[in-house]
């Protein structure tokens, strides 16, 4: 019986990879482990939470007690890890927290899973779910990042996850759990929270408040729509060799302004708006500390190795998008009321 452990299911890009593996895959047991912080929602599942392949573990990744106790009354045969601190911003005013889950709770999860599968790794699989900023930023616009591409974190957000990263390798080549890796670009689509950039504009445009484009709006991202991004994801970990990395992108770029432009349009055209009336509101503010300028991934090895492509366009996953926000206008006022508003106030 295959039991995989997914940790921050109850999140943005961990909702669609535990949903899609437990519609996949209806005879693997799939437990959720989640803290349900902030950014943490139980509604991104209502669908699939009576599924019986499925369980919720309210759980903290930081505390290690309660993970090696987890491994002993499970038998995981397979771990995937995407509970993290995820926005660069609340990276630098608490970089601490971001320490705390992605380098202790990520650590914590590698011991559990060494100590409960030492001698029957045979068939096991620790994923570990990373981001392309940990390479840095580019310059060049002929230059991308690749696999082998040499580590140069910029960010706390991006320092904790780099760690983790080399702990999961350090892991592999020490005691050769069974490993692999993926740095992804840019992530959008539905239960993104509305504190990163495309849910936030939707949001601000909604409600006509100013749209903060940090800087000069010419820092550049790699957009990927989020069941992409959880396909690749269910790919490497049944397909992917161990002890390998794979990035994944949606070799689609975009400046900011010119993606809060476009935000703008399907918006007016969305809220039967005259043409314009949006991009009023676009407010440069000041930008973030030490902005990477520009991340872009080339996805060649997936591509190659694993036969991945994107299968939605940007115009496709925008549209279904902005549509899904629209449509679920309760979810937003639920995670935009209480904590959220409060950061949301103090960042301007
Ligand atoms: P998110 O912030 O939406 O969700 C994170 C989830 O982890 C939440 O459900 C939260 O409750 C949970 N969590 C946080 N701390 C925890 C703890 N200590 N113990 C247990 N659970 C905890 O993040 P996301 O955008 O869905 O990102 C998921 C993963 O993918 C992260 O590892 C992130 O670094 C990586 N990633 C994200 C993107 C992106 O564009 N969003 C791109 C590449 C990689
Ligand atoms: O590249 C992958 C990473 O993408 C993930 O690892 C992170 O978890 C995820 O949050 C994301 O990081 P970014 O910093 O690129 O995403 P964010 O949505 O915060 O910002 C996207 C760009 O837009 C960035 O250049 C900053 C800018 N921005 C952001 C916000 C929230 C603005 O101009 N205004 C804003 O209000």
Known sequence: ????????GAGFIGSHVVRRFVTSYPTTQIVNLDALTYAGNLANLTDIESQPNYTFVKGDITDAAFIDELFKTHDFTGVVHLAAESHVDRSISDPMAFVMTNVIGTVNLLNAARIAWKGKE????FYHVSTDEVYGELHDPKEFFVETTSYDPRSPYSASKASSDHFVRAYHNTYKLPVVISNCSNNYGPNHFPEKLIPLMINNIQNNKPLP?????????????VEDHARAIDLI??????????????CNEW???????LLCKVMDEKLGRPEGTSAQLITYVTDRAGHDLRYAIDPSKLMNELGWKPSVTFEEGLEKTVQWYLDNQKWLENVTSGNYQKYYDGMY
Not at 122 to 125: D, T
């Open 213 to 225: 484009v940090y800087g000069k709006g010419e820092n550049v991202r790699d957009w990927l729509y």
């Open 255 to 261: 400046k900011n302004l010119d993606l809060v432009f």
């Open 1 to 8: 019986m295959q039991k995989i452990l997914i940790t921050g």
């Open 122 to 125: 045979e068939g096991r699989r």
């Open 237 to 250: 970990y049944h397909e992917g060799v161990n002890g390998e990395t794979y990035n994944i992108g949606g």
